[in-house]
């Protein structure tokens, strides 16, 4: 496979140079004395020895050892059998080729609930035979949807969804002036106990809300008197008593001082209507009405006997949304937040356990906690994931297959013999915590135990199976992580306010001795407010999405039996500071961190203080959204935001070993995607199909498909996805009428913010420039996969857009890009072209001039958002100036990462500002990116990382850098540091890699070990 090509490739290739190979090898041929080439860390499906897999052709994957230098594999043979040693399933034979990643089983169709052994050898750059590997093995689960036996079972509660006029929009404000009154009808399925609007109020203002059957004359249901508004508020209607579903017409009345009612500023709620003075308007205002309280979370068992000695078993379980399984009182596995969210109207996730240690002889039980997550989620949220198409009451489906020691089987499955109760969990949502009355519990003591009298109990209901398929969850779980105790605590107006330091995504742990019916109420958030407190922001409005106002709350009732200890299960928070209310007894506090089990794979060392913060700061951002998909936003959003995963991707392709996180991810995508190829803003949790265009943020998919082959060496993924990716292509092409693209984001979030996120020079000259981005990205899959007309047909579609976009931006008078908004200078229209290698070569030096001149004037500050800090250290070091892209990363004042090392951040935030609301976004991280390609000068160059670069060029002030990264072949090294004026260069390269390697003064080729390079360098 030939070198991809990196022009313009940002997050991995963006302006690099090019490394030419040289003749003579820096490696000699081994010598016996250097043994054989073994095949070591064995993984299927990027995982190592998965249980539960449903694969119909699992790849198989390897790294390699040996002594010597310049070691290499010719050849291979993966053996695959019914025990250990033996090749009675598959024998590929002796495969000529290096490849050592992604190689695709070719035997007979692998069978469900089998455990397969297999093994590989090697032949080494010589031609000798190394010898084979220790064994390994994988686990295939129930491989097709008709193999299950179980059935869907819950507690066969219907619930209809609460009404809500407008989902997620801008809003604009609709006065309501003196005199007069502002309505809306609505329509509602459930029952309700409250309506709620939001408000914009000057200080001291006030209206009435009254609530009408019907129309306007209707019943009155519920008045309120509004009083002491200020600012953005929510107005709350409670009803004196619930009342049925039907339609409904809520008005605002007797205004005093300024109030408006927001709303769409349009007609876009079909099932009622706006009203002034009782008359109808072609618009519609913001209305959610609260439902009654849903009922507690489901607990399900059953009893079964095993008549013999147990040999293996094995449960399979998809618990919706979550689930917690225990067999015969002990818990099974440590995965929390199980199974991971996804989008449950195209796929539901099953997981598989091994436990054959918790079954016995005998009489057993089994028992299923289920909590509602994404899935059962109903409270009502701006973000509207309680309106989703899957919601329902939380349903699970579980197989238990006992293997007894002479061969036969007990099976145990879900259905009507099954039992269900409401648990201890009183209260549960994704956004407002959990409830939690361990009184209940100490009532339900022994539940999962056999025995246990389940009086009280009703049979549980068999019900739909979700629309989406099920499939096999085989990837890292998620778990809890080394507790973290607070740093300080403080006493605030009768509240205990605990700092835990580090901004993290997961949960609190109480530990305490209570009075029985105690109540610790436990509010989470990322900042305090003016008074100290835990910040909360009004319902419903940005900083709260949820309506009822209940937002990141924990609460834990004591059963008064001694210390008691607690957290929780179905819901993780975004938080730094933890608010305690309800109890001044001494309290034991500490924050859990949880996060996909990810493996960390770089460690990378950059010196300065503040650009060694952004390490560290990036590493903190990315695990607290690591939870199955990038679920950008802990504290506020949880989904999967395209745009945020986009400028995050490459950096977390580094740090952490994210093959199986981002498959399941880019599966979201694709299943997600419309008919002519538009792909949402957000997946899973999103069904905001991105109507306007925006490939900052769905050209991740593309992009992500192709850094995904190069990083892991797969071309599997391609081959999956590439259809998905032609089509979205072209339907951004069918867009982009005049060759140019106006993204709907643009360069998200510069500084000196007005509140409006978007860049004050729109969106065509960034979007057009990701729109090139997305098609290079299809143009290199194309290549790989032979598709030569789709790639001859964007490659020429590529160069028209190119000169359409020099023609419509680049003002070659005065030497740099401007949009047709009249802005001034704006660093990301000159970054981008500069870092994509849009500018031609005759303007080039003088546009990254005046960039830096730019730079140079505003104190050595950087003026850009997401797109435009993604380009600008690379826009600069890639013409000269690395001085400046050293000097921006390390500014510490406004605005700058400094300026938020400054404020006390451990994570990198939504944006620049001190008042930013989301404060755990890795948006921000593409510089890592940068320190990794140009200060130390590591870059992929073939996929699998075959072959790579070693080229730093970026040294500005510092005296040495170094990283350590774990890939797909093994542990890649490079250090360099100044001593005098020489560069002292360390280079570990991987068994099976080649290095080129680029210094001052010469190039050179390396083959696997450890080298020194040694070259002069100025400075």
Request: hydrophobic share 40%; glycine share 12%; charged share 25%.
């Amino acid at each position: 496979m030939s070198d991809m090509s990196r022009r313009g490739f940002i997050g991995g290739t963006a302006g690099a140079a090019a490394l030419s190979a040289v003749p003579a090898r820096d490696a000699r041929a081994a010598e016996p004395g250097d043994g054989p080439v073994r095949a070591v860390h064995l993984t299927v499906e990027h995982l190592v020895a998965p249980l539960g897999i449903d694969a119909a052709r699992p790849r198989f994957g390897w790294r390699l050892e040996a002594g010597g230098t310049g070691r290499s594999q010719s050849a291979y043979q993966i053996a695959v059998g019914s025990a250990a040693g033996r090749a009675d399933v598959w024998d590929s034979g002796r495969v000529a080729s290096g490849e050592q990643t992604a190689r695709v089983y070719g035997g007979p169709a692998l069978r469900s609930r089998t455990r397969y052994h297999w093994r590989v050898r090697v032949w080494d750059e010589g031609g000798r035979a190394g010898p084979w590997s220790a064994a390994s093995w994988f686990e295939t689960a129930l491989m097709r949807e008709e193999e299950w036996t179980a059935r869907w079972i819950g507690t066969g509660v219907v619930l209809p969804p609460s009404p809500h006029t407008l989902g997620p929009r801008r809003l604009f404000p609709a006065r309501l002036e003196d005199g007069h009154t502002l309505g809306q009808t609505f329509r509602s399925r459930s029952r309700l106990t409250a309506v709620a609007v939001l408000l914009t109020a000057g200080t001291g203002a006030g209206c009435v809300m009254t609530l009408h059957r019907d129309g306007p004359g209707g019943a009155v249901l519920g008045r309120r008197e509004l009083s002491g508004l200020d600012g953005q508020v929510q107005g709350r209607l409670d009803l004196p008593s619930p009342v049925e579903g039907g339609a409904f017409y809520l008005e605002l009345s007797r205004v005093r001082g300024e109030l408006s009612w927001m709303g769409a500023g349009a007609d876009a709620y079909p099932h009622g209507d706006a009203h002034r003075d009782g008359v109808r308007e072609a618009d519609d205002r913001w209305l959610f009405g609260i439902p009654p309280d849903p009922p507690a979370a489901p607990l399900v068992r059953a009893e079964f006997d095993v008549p013999g000695e147990v040999a293996a078993a094995r449960l399979y379980v998809s618990g919706l949304g979550h689930a917690v399984s225990r067999i015969n009182g002990r818990r099974v596995g440590d995965a929390v937040l199980s199974p991971v969210v996804t989008d449950y109207d195209r796929r539901a996730l099953f997981t598989s356990h091994d436990v054959t240690g918790l079954v016995r002889r005998g009489r057993n039980a089994v028992g299923i906690a289920l909590g509602r997550g994404f899935f059962a989620t109903r409270a009502p949220e701006t973000d509207g994931s309680h309106l989703a198409p899957w919601v329902a009451e939380p349903r699970v489906r579980a197989e238990l297959v006992v293997t007894l020691a002479d061969g036969r089987a007990v099976t145990v499955r879900t259905g009507p013999d099954w039992r269900v109760t409401e648990g201890p969990t009183t209260a549960e949502s994704a956004m407002g915590g959990e409830s939690y009355d361990a009184r209940r519990a100490a009532r339900l003591e022994g539940w999962s135990e056999p025995g246990f009298r389940a009086a009280g109990w009703r049979p549980a209901v068999v019900v739909e199976r979700p629309a989406g398929r099920v499939e096999a969850y085989a990837a890292e779980p998620v778990r809890t992580h080394e507790a973290i105790r607070p740093v300080a605590v403080t006493r605030r107006d009768g509240v205990r306010v605990y700092d835990f330091g580090p901004t993290l995504a997961g949960w609190a742990r109480l530990r305490a001795r209570l009075p029985e019916g105690t109540t610790v109420r436990m509010r989470y958030g990322e900042k305090l407010d003016d008074r100290g407190r835990v910040f909360v922001g009004a319902p419903g409005w940005h900083h709260n999405p949820a309506v009822t106002g209940r937002y990141q709350v924990d609460e834990f009732t004591a059963a008064g039996r001694g210390v008691e200890t607690w957290e929780p299960s179905f819901t993780y928070k975004g938080f730094r500071y933890v608010e305690v209310s309800g109890t001044d007894r001494d309290l034991d506090l500490v924050a859990v961190p949880v996060r996909g089990d990810l493996a960390d794979t770089m460690d990378l060392r950059v010196g300065h203080p503040v650009t060694q913060w952004i390490v560290g700061a990036f590493a903190q951002s990315a695990r607290g959204v690591l939870f199955g998909h990038p679920a950008i936003g802990p504290a506020g959003g949880k989904s999967g935001w395209t745009g945020n995963a986009h400028f995050a991707a490459q950096p977390m392709l580094y740090r952490f070993g994210a093959a199986s996180l981002f498959a399941k991810w880019l599966e979201d995508l694709r299943l997600r995607q419309a008919p002519d190829g538009r792909l949402p803003l957000v997946a899973p949790l999103g069904d905001d199909l991105a109507g306007e265009p925006s490939p900052t943020w769905t050209g991740v998919y593309p992009y992500l498909v192709r850094r995904y082959w190069m990083t892991y060496g797969d071309p599997t993924v391609p081959e999956r996805h590439f259809d998905a990716v032609a089509r979205y292509a072209e339907w951004l092409l069918a867009q982009a009428g005049d060759g140019l693209m106006d993204d709907r984001f643009g360069d998200w979030y510069p500084p000196h913010g007005t509140g409006n996120p978007q860049a004050p020079e729109g969106g065509r000259l960034v979007g057009t420039a990701h729109l090139v981005q997305s098609l290079r990205d299809a143009t290199a899959l194309a290549d790989l996969l032979g598709r030569a007309d789709h790639a001859r047909r964007w490659r020429s579609r590529t160069e028209e857009l190119v000169r359409r976009f020099n023609a419509a931006f680049l003002d070659t008078g005065a030497g740099h890009y401007r949009t047709d908004r009249a802005v001034g200078y704006r660093q990301t229209s000159n970054a981008v072209p500069l870092a994509f290698g849009l500018v031609p070569a005759e303007h080039a030096r003088r546009v990254a001039a005046g960039l830096a001149a730019d730079v140079e004037a505003r104190g050595r500050h950087l003026n850009t958002g997401c797109a435009g800090t993604a380009t600008l250290p690379y826009a600069l070091s890639d013409h000269g100036r690395a001085d400046l892209a050293h000097a921006v990363l390390a500014q510490e004042t406004y605005p700058s990462y400094g300026y938020l090392r400054g404020l006390g951040a451990t994570t990198f935030w939504e944006n620049w500002e001190s008042t930013a609301r989301g404060r755990n976004d890795p948006i921000l991280s593409s510089p890592v990116t940068w320190l990794v390609e140009r200060v130390v000068g590591v870059e992929m160059l073939r996929p699998g990382w075959a072959r790579f670069a070693v080229a730093p060029r970026a040294f500005g002030p510092l005296a040495s850098a170094r990283v350590a990264l774990d890939t797909v072949r093994g542990r890649i090294e490079v250090a360099w540091r100044r001593r005098g004026g020489t560069l002292v260069l360390d280079v570990r390269v991987p068994v099976n890699a080649v290095a080129e390697v680029a210094v001052p003064g010469g190039r050179r080729e390396l083959g696997s070990g450890r080298h020194r390079v040694e070259a002069p360098v100025r400075g």
